[in-house]
């Protein structure tokens, strides 16, 4: 991680943990380091109460854990992967399913041709495997799910995204996989906005399925490794 400038006192709570947040989530902190306060605080350029108190937050959000040692971030346990991915496909399940149990709701045209538009130019264009990837695969999910008119929903598939993520950020991607990931997205998009949504439906649950067998066969196989047994446990 890098040393964080001085953050300003007007929002100093929130700025730390968001800080904090974003540097446990992108991967900056390794999945085996120690959280300390002390550390923490010097590396922010706070004291050590937001830091304190952005811990006490990130523990509610379940991003990080304790052991008798101290705090450390989250890391999956394989039976964690199949409830979190159980869960991932009920919300964006959920997005497709409440538009077509309603005819008085439709998703947001603007936000989807948007997304439809970063995958058509990762078509043309393939982006390189890595966490920047897995960054814009989960902003289509989300901002997929937000369209369908629930942002509470997005929310909390973010959420389940965050505690995931640990593991996915190590998953070599290969360029096949990519260019299905694209395809598959564009697929989505385009039933969406064609009005087809039974067919978006299925499609979104296949890929989703898709993914949790790479992954979970790819966490299982980390137990096994050295550097990938750091972010998921049995």
Known sequence: MARRGSLRPSSLREQVYESLRGDLTSGSIAPNERLGEERLAELYGVSRTPVREALARLLADGLIERDE????????????LDGLYELRSTLEARGIRRVLDDPSLTHDRATVVGELEVWQR?????????????????????????????????????????????????????????????????????????????????????????????????AERALSMAKLGLAVRG
Do not use: K, W
């Open 69 to 80: 040692h101290g705090l450390y971030p989250y890391r999956p346990r394989l039976d964690d």
């Open 122 to 218: 990762f078509r043309d264009s393939p982006p390189d495997p890595g966490p920047e990837l897995v960054g814009a695969d989960e902003h289509f999910h989300t901002t997929l799910l937000a369209a369908s008119g629930n942002p509470a929903l997005a929310e909390a598939l973010a959420g389940v995204n965050s505690r995931m993520r640990p593991v996915r950020a190590l998953d070599a991607l290969t360029e096949d996989r990519v260019a299905t990931m694209v395809v598959e997205h564009i697929r989505i998009a385009e039933s969406v906005l064609a009005g087809r949504l039974e067919d978006a439906f299925r499609q979104l649950l296949d890929h989703i399925e898709s993914s949790q067998s790479v992954v979970l066969e790819r």
